[in-house]
């Protein structure tokens, strides 16, 4: 069985997992008051092209995710999300755990834009209902897709119009940054959200994301949030060495290179059998919609996640590739599926 269900089935890379043996018994400062730490996070700073954010290292992206927003929201405040939103359908309410409201929109394509959230901001207009105060979105979102400059530009001044903060989600933000569609970087980004991460966990770090904070007044007492949600990790070094090494020699775009090429290797075999997809992704996420026969033939071989039923005979499957995707596996995927029985 070959795993095309997620990006994180794979260990580390080699040169992340070199580092870390070769540091192992060192002795170092804990809660990421050590060298590495430091000197990675400078290193992002360089890449993101700021001095001036506050750049905080987590192990996992809901940990991410709930620490941040329950720390930037006042008690009677809520996040916006688009209904396939990682916050709303797959955190297991942690930020509704942490007393704040998540509000859902329908969207088609995972994106949020400024006339999906204008009805929820004339719908909550006194203080009988949650005030709506944070805008959640993710790039790449949760169905592969990505925001290009434009639509994050037309959001982030709709925000700042509205006095919202806008988060994003960077769990696979790799994949999202190289792809052939897209036409930002990460000093974009840094001037057009309050708040965002960079996913190490599901772009060939062991695990990790790095929090940067670029709004001057979410900054203020952050590690007591941090410590107080269980966050900061004694040995702080293991990700501060993870992300050192991701970004001094540009492995983290290397990887999620290579996991774009192999998700585009995969998307080609797919349509060229004559089969559609649920959205278009230019990520390392795609979506093709196949006959259940041929499914249930393919998992005989392959591991893959059921993403929604089409009708009676159809379904949506997701397939995602990584850093460590095997072409011959993506060739022999394909080949499979020309000899399904339809």
Known sequence: MYSFKNDYSEGVHPEILKALTESNLEQSEGYGEDSYTKKAIELLKEK???SDVDIHLFVGGTQTNLTALSAFLRPHEAAIAANTGHILVHETGAIEATGHKVISIDVSDGKLRPEDIKPALETHTDEHMVKPKLVYISNSTEIGTIYSKS?????SKFCKENKLYLYLDGARLGSALCSEENDMDLSDLANLVDAFYIGGTKNGALM????VICKDSLKEDFRFHIKQKGGLLAKGRLLG???FQLFKNDLFFDMAKHANAMANLLKKGISEEGYKFLTHSPSNQIFPILPEKVIKELQDKYLFTIWEKVD?????IRLVTS???KEDKVLAFIEDLKNAAV
């Open 48 to 50: 993101i092209k700021r």
């Open 151 to 155: 639509e994050l530009e037309n959001l």
């Open 208 to 211: 990790g994301e790095a929090l």
């Open 241 to 243: 060495i993870q992300f």
């Open 312 to 316: 009676e005979n159809n379904s949506v």
């Open 323 to 325: 850093w460590a995707t």
